[in-house]
């Protein structure tokens, strides 16, 4: 691995629509019934977005490392 930050960025683009998915289906029609009192529920929900997508990366970014070195 000559790059790692190119790594990085590569494994950030490819799960672009990962992101995407996991965010629509969070944020669908049926959870945007009140703008007031589900606010802070909305942010425990962007939260976990968040931590879902974290792990997720570093599950993949572990696992592709150790794939290219067993190939090395």
Do not use: W
Not at 3 to 8: E, L, M, R, T
Not at 31 to 57: D, E, M, P, S
Not at 64 to 70: A, D, E, M, S, T
């Amino acid at each position: 691995m000559q790059d790692p930050i190119k790594f990085i960025a590569i494994l950030l683009i490819a799960n672009i629509p990962l992101f995407v998915f996991i965010y629509f289906s969070f944020f669908s029609k049926k959870n945007r019934r009140g703008k007031g009192k589900h606010r802070n529920k909305t942010q425990g929900h962007l939260l976990l977005l968040i931590f879902t997508y974290i792990i997720i990366l570093a599950i993949e970014f572990i696992s592709v490392y150790k794939l290219l070195q067993v190939i090395k």
